[in-house]
């Protein structure tokens, strides 16, 4: 099976064709650099995301906040689920920790909070 895939690691943006056999990548073409064949490989096999949402405080503002690293990309919908039955309390800065351990990865407001 071959898949196409557009790298996202640069702004350059290769058009990278990924072989998939019995679930492994066992080639990759198109990438200008060592971090697209890493990149297929890794989409291919395993696809982690960063997730990026909003959480409701316990006042009903709103706080922007993500995951500080990737988490698999079939658990975000189970993610979203967690984030949404928190509401913190102000006040709340940029890096607090709003849930810890999602999945191998921290919620983290992007957003000062008065």
Known sequence: MIRELTCI????GCSLKAEIIDGAVTKVEGNTCPRGKVYAENECTH???????????VDGSIVPVKTNSPIPKEKVFEAMKMIN?????????????????????????????K
């Open 9 to 12: 690691v640069c702004p350059i």
């Open 85 to 113: 039955k928190t509401n913190p309390t102000l006040p709340i800065s940029v890096g607090d920790v709003i849930i810890e351990d999602v999945f191998g990865s921290c919620v983290v407001a992007t957003q000062n909070k």
């Open 47 to 57: 696809p982690m995301r960063t997730l990026t949402t909003t959480v409701k405080c």
